[in-house]
């Protein structure tokens, strides 16, 4: 009689997906209210393997496996699939990749036997209010900072231990399976995310973000008359904006710049640049130089630049393309290609590098001078 209880088509217990809520959060959900671990439900009940807790699940490059979680709950394919990070797709990238970094989602790397990086983000208040704890999809996006309810910023890691968010293994603390939802145990600690700490964020950081959101959500006009046709074209142009102000090279004066205009220091805890790599605060105070450069498209952002000395180079990689809104307007304002420096300027640059320590090579010229480069 078991038997045929654990292996019929439909589950027993069968919570359907909430607003906005991730993949790994819902089965993490299915297999408590059925009574199992995640792992024995993945594999015993929806024929998963074991390696694919190893990777980000919530990318759902798994299909068949989401055909199967969605027979089995009773619902469409289509709401099973929108857990996923597949929905963003023509949203904020053009095109849903498998591996690999992917723009705008926060990645949750895993060394051997423990998690990485800090790519799970959750608001404390919101776990209290929900009336079943959950983790939101939007909460996994790198632009996300701040909770759109409640306008506190969010935590990426355990309040008490530190270490990363990994909700799905907490189905055991203290090697006895959880009297309720293990969604919100630290499974190192034991602490519970609710009662993290509750910090403010800037109204206008909250609001730009909002912003971010409608322009995900419904192509929101927020460039005026160079608004893209697309909302991913917006998304590309915006990110690489946060990768200059991120930039710890030369492109970093723009950030400098910006820190003595706005009395807004920012010391990164890591040397790492790309904006999915960084951690919470870093991402905060980016996203809050980032509004500065966005308003009245594209006056305010050729002013700033121009007055931080930033040359084409620091804003666009000449090996890449970029949106039309973006890139039209960076080599239009500081392509200086019509600048041919003479020798003396050519050798005074080199001194002057050599003074500094460094080799003096034709690229550090050029880039110096706000050349071009011409290869490594």
């Not at 792992?39 to 798994?62: C, E, N, P, S, V």
């Not at 964020?201 to 419904?218: E, P």
């Not at 929101?220 to 008359?225: F, V």
């Amino acid at each position: 009689m078991l038997a045929d209880v654990l292996n019929q088509d439909v589950l027993l217990v069968r919570p359907k997906p909430l607003p906005d809520e991730l993949l790994t959060s819902w089965l993490v959900r299915l297999a408590w209210s059925n009574g199992q671990r995640l792992g024995r439900f993945w594999t015993k009940r929806l024929g998963g393997q074991r390696i694919l807790w190893h990777m980000d699940a919530d990318r759902g490059f798994f299909t068949p496996l989401i055909q199967v979680l969605a027979d089995k709950t009773n619902i469409s394919f289509e709401r099973a699939i929108d857990t996923t990070f597949r929905t963003y797709e023509g949203k904020i990238f053009e095109s849903f990749q498998k591996l690999g970094m992917i723009n705008w989602i926060l990645p949750i790397g895993r060394n051997i036997t423990t998690w990485a990086n800090h790519g799970q983000q959750y608001c404390p208040r919101c776990l209290i209010t929900d009336e079943a704890p959950y983790f939101r999809r939007r909460w996994r996006l790198s632009f996300s900072v701040v909770c759109p309810e409640h306008r506190i910023l969010l935590l990426d890691s355990c309040y008490k231990c530190g270490g990363p968010v990994t909700y799905h293994e907490s189905d055991l603390i203290d090697g006895v399976f959880s009297v309720e939802s293990p969604v919100t145990r630290c499974p190192r600690c034991g602490a519970d995310y609710r009662e993290g700490p509750q910090l403010g964020s800037s109204a206008a950081l909250s609001t730009f973000q909002a912003t971010l959101y409608d322009v995900m959500n419904n192509n929101y006009a927020l460039l005026g008359h160079h608004h893209p046709p697309f909302p991913h074209l917006f998304f590309d142009g915006f990110h690489q904006i946060l990768h200059t102000i991120g930039s710890n090279g030369e492109a970093s004066r723009l950030r400098r710049y910006l820190d003595n205009a706005s009395f807004y220091s920012l010391n990164f805890r890591s040397k790492k640049e790309r904006f999915e790599e960084l951690r919470l605060q870093d991402r905060e105070r980016i996203m809050g130089l980032a509004v500065t450069l966005i308003q009245d498209w594209p006056n305010k952002f050729i002013e700033t630049c121009s007055s931080a000395k930033v040359v084409l180079s620091h804003l666009i990689e000449f090996h890449r393309t970029y949106p039309f809104w973006y890139e039209s307007v960076a080599r239009n304002n500081f392509n200086k290609k019509w600048y041919h420096p003479v020798n003396e300027e050519y050798e005074s640059a080199k001194s002057f590098l050599i003074r500094k320590g460094k080799k003096g090579s034709e690229n550090q010229i050029r880039h110096l001078l706000g050349l071009h480069f011409i290869g490594k």
